[in-house]
């Protein structure tokens, strides 16, 4: 899971988080290349799976490196 994040009145979130569980690399044990991420309209309690009582999904995505 990834924090939360908060849209502002014109949809636009943006999010700045650092991990050594993640790798913006095409391959390797960490990398994130050509998987799907979802995010939901709600706050992620980080409890309740699996998706923390976190609402209907609103957007949603492959992740791909160049």
Known sequence: DLPNLTANEDGVATINH???????TKT?????????????G?????TSQP??????????G???TV
């Open 18 to 24: 650092v991990s050594k569980k993640i790798a913006a």
């Open 28 to 40: 390797g044990k960490y990398s994130v290349n050509r998987l799907a991420f979802i995010v939901h």
């Open 42 to 46: 709600g706050v992620d309690d980080y």
């Open 51 to 60: 998706s923390g009582d976190s609402g209907a999904r609103v957007a949603c």
């Open 62 to 64: 492959i992740i791909g």
